[in-house]
């Protein structure tokens, strides 16, 4: 049996990976794949691939795509899911800001420098035409961080995922003044370059167990309920989700990832602009 650390986010595009391991798909191939949830996302899983602490990671685009360029010795094996991440950009529930507007020049709730709440605070500011520089930020590192430091006005606007952050505004705790689609793929999976030369043909079963599930995820009886329950949502939104969500079995495009790589460059997020071969294995 071969250990492979795996991390991603405890949110819905990642039951999948749950249902395989719960029956048994890995260990049937030899696989002891073992899942870390990572509720502070993004910049916390590349410091996880950076240390070792994880073999692969199921992460957003755009925050893989800059950390690789920063020197993290991983490649992006393969896009997971193909459509864009809603973000919901929220406030508190009693605040006086109303639109997206009134948000310019105030400070943004972040899990953690390089996350996706981060980067896209960034993509929010340039589709609204704000200076980039003048963006402030507050270290929040979870959900749990961004209500309190809402609650508390130590910061203005959180940007979230959407579906993730609705039990919060249907209780009362979040307003939601808009959203910001990501304009590309929002998750792939990463793996430590060290992983894929000694033990590609083990990441090669991998993806082919977990294409096989997201491919008939759908088609899965009751699978609105199950998500639902399981992660504290109403069916009907999950209904919703599920029409706006599509993974993918295939690797990142070279038009895909030079379009990120121009839009980070643009927003002064990463300095160069590094070859495809770089970033995609």
Known sequence: MKTIKI???PEHFNLPWHLCIENGE???AGIDLQWTDVPEGTGKMCEMLRNGETDIAVILSEGIVKDIIAGNNSKIVQVYVKTPLIW?????ANSTYQTIADLENKKAAISRMGSGSHLMSYVNAQNNNWDTNKLQFEIVNTIGGAVEALTSASADYFMWERFMTKPLVDNGTFRRVGDCPTPWP???IAVRNEVLESQSHIIEQILEII???TEEFKMIPSIDRTLAS?????????QEWLKVTQWSQKQMDRK???KIQHQLFALNIIEKIVPYETIVK
């Open 230 to 238: 399981k992660y504290n949502q109403k069916t009907e939104d999950i």
């Open 7 to 9: 991390a991603g986010v």
């Open 26 to 28: 890995f260990e049937h």
């Open 256 to 258: 895909t990832l030079d």
């Open 88 to 92: 919901g950009i929220h406030v508190a």
């Open 211 to 213: 294409n096989t599930t």
């Open 186 to 188: 929002c998750f792939v």
